[in-house]
């Protein structure tokens, strides 16, 4: 191998500046790459459930919750209007955080994948940001598919609805990279549940997805408020039915994207620590 | 061969591990076209200073040059021309043999062509050509580390770095690994490989350092290391399940030295068959008698007081 080289050519790239070869694909596209090679496999069954999960959601909890909710018009829109966009910025979330955790995990502890592809000339910036981007795919495409479904059903308001996937991959971020830092810590599998039981869950319950954070007690808003989810959950509906945001669509955009950089930032430490063996 | 800046120079490289020291300030010179080993028991070393060179682990003191680079600096420019076997595969056990070629070729940023052209040539190379497109998972043990060693080999390296090539794997599996190490070796690839059996250091390496403890205990090629460290042959001797410590002081002066194992005592003489009928003038019945060649074990053996299996 060696290129056929003989040892006198070795010797002479040896003393030579390392050639450095024009690089037909970024590192982190190549990393994307590999992961979108294994999401092949599954690809189906992501899009069917992206179609599915809406569906059901709707039907249940937008026509059957929503009667008993609309009766009492304490909204001053139809329940399910209220809650699609909510539960589309979920999705997201919840599509992020789980290609976050265990995967990520399996990729230190049994599978090895990280260790193989730090033995590569890839930076682990380029294994973040390869990984995080096929991540946002999927919150894409599931996001999308979402939309699709909340168009028959009638809980479109606005044209600005189209963002409303880019706001569930901005969710998606802000919660991937920071659970990739988690990810990368945790030994244990146990741990990973902990942080869909009390981490995921509440998140969903309380950031203003099924009922508005003002009926939340005085002193739980502020925990609401610094839940990631609720900013995307807010952005999501005012994209959705053209209504105002709580705050400014800037404050948060902006605090999303901090949890996303501070995120990366995290993960960044975490997995230079791990695969320095 | 010799001449020219080594590919590989570390001296006095030191790694530990919170108190405990796994490499305790070893020089080494690897030079091009040359296999060198790392010969050395579990525990001694070897796997952490293979990490270091590969640039994934920083050295915790001494100095180190890969590739004439500097591994803490310029590690993406040194593993790009690196090809690494771990110890533990790594493959994607969901994705075909090939994707697994292809996708890590890729990480080097080679084209896709030519990623696809070389998994091609690679699958051929280490006989897996007709298991290409199915799936890792079920390939057996030899396969698949025979995969990791083609996934090595994807970009052309200049230094192709093995961990325990073959451990773990059946004696059959182990030829054919060596077979496809051995014509790499001929193609002049540089090769460095650690390995704790001693058939393996003396079958692939021109040259190798015994580690034991995290320094290195002797350096040679296995011919100079058993010149040096052994005699020629060796008289294995079994008595039964008879306690062997007194029988040991009966061969005193027969051979050069008498090591005593817990089941045989190892008669150390340049010429072994001189030496077995001096046994039995000395009223000595062993139950057993083989006269072999000495090798790396005995050399090891001798520097360290232990066997390589025990140590």
Not at chain 1, 25 to 44: C, D, Q, S
Not at chain 1, 57 to 84: E, K, S, T, W
Not at chain 1, 123 to 143: K, N, W
Not at chain 2, 57 to 76: A, F, I, N
Request: aromatic share 8%.
């Amino acid at each position: 191998m060696a290129g056929g080289g003989t040892p006198a050519d070795l010797d002479a790239a040896v003393t030579a500046a390392a050639p450095q070869g024009v690089r037909a694909v970024h590192p982190a596209m190549a990393v994307l790459e590999y992961f979108l090679v294994g999401y092949k496999r599954v690809w189906r069954g992501t899009v069917f459930s992206s179609f599915a999960l809406p569906v059901l959601f709707f039907l249940g909890m937008g026509v059957a919750v929503g009667a008993y909710v609309d009766r009492g018009g304490n909204l001053d829109m139809p329940y399910l209007q209220f809650i699609a966009p909510g539960l589309l910025a979920f999705t997201g979330l919840q599509i992020a955080m789980m290609e976050s955790g265990f995967p990520v995990l399996g990729n230190f502890k049994w599978h090895k994948i990280y260790f193989g592809m730090a033995s590569a000339p890839l930076r682990v910036g380029d294994m973040l940001l390869g990984q995080l981007g096929y991540i946002s795919l999927r919150v894409l495409v599931a996001a999308t598919g979402f939309l699709l479904v909340m168009v028959p059903f009638g809980a479109i308001g606005s044209a600005w609805a189209v963002l409303t996937p880019l706001v569930a991959v901005l969710v998606g971020l802000a919660v991937a990279t920071p659970m990739f830092a988690y990810s990368a810590t945790v030994q244990s599998p146990n741990l990973m549940a902990i942080m869909f039981r009390f981490g995921m869950l509440p998140m969903m319950l309380f950031s203003g997805v099924f009922f508005p954070v003002e009926q939340l007690p005085g002193a739980l808003q502020p925990v609401a408020h610094a839940l990631p989810l609720w900013h995307g959950v807010e952005l999501s509906r005012a994209a959705a039915l053209d209504v105002n945001a709580a705050w400014p669509v800037a404050v948060h955009a902006g605090y999303l994207a901090l949890w996303c950089v501070v995120g990366f930032a995290l993960a960044r430490i975490r997995f230079i620590k791990r695969l320095a063996v | 061969m010799t001449d020219g800046a080594p590919l590989i120079s570390a001296r006095g490289l030191i790694k530990r591990f919170g108190d405990f020291t796994a490499v305790d300030g070893i020089d080494v010179d690897v030079h091009a076209g040359e296999a060198f080993g790392f010969l050395g028991p579990n525990g001694a070393g070897k796997s952490s200073t293979m990490r270091m060179i590969g640039c994934v682990s920083p050295p915790s003191g001494g100095e180190l040059r890969v590739l004439g680079m500097d591994p803490q600096r310029q590690g993406p420019d040194i593993r790009a021309r690196l090809g690494v076997c771990p110890q533990e595969d790594n493959l994607d056990q969901e994705l075909t043999a090939r994707e697994n070629l292809v996708t890590y070729a890729r990480y080097f940023g080679i084209g896709r062509k030519v990623a696809r052209q070389r998994a091609d040539e690679l699958l051929e190379f280490v006989q897996l050509s007709e298991r290409a497109g199915s799936k890792v998972e079920p390939l057996s043990g030899g396969m698949k580390r025979r995969l990791t060693i083609a996934r090595a080999l994807v970009n052309e390296p200049d230094i192709v770095m093995l961990d325990e090539p073959t451990t773990g794997l059946d004696p059959q599996a182990r030829h054919l690994v060596w077979e496809r190490l051995f014509r790499l070796k001929q193609r002049g690839t540089t090769l460095v490989l650690t390995t704790h059996y001693m058939d393996e250091a003396e079958q692939l390496c021109d040259r190798l350092v015994i580690m034991d403890g995290g320094a290195v205990a002797a350096e040679g090629s296995p011919r100079e290391l058993i010149e040096r460290y052994s005699t020629r042959e060796v008289v294995e001797l079994r008595f039964g399940t008879d306690a062997l410590e007194p029988y040991a002081s009966k061969l005193d002066g027969i051979g050069a030295r008498v090591e005593v194992l817990p089941d045989r005592i190892l008669l150390y003489a340049d010429d072994g068959d001189t030496a077995v009928p001096a046994v039995y003038e000395r009223n000595l019945t062993p139950s057993g008698v083989l006269v072999r060649r000495a090798s790396l074990e005995d050399v090891f053996l001798h520097l360290t007081g232990r066997t390589l299996v025990e140590a």
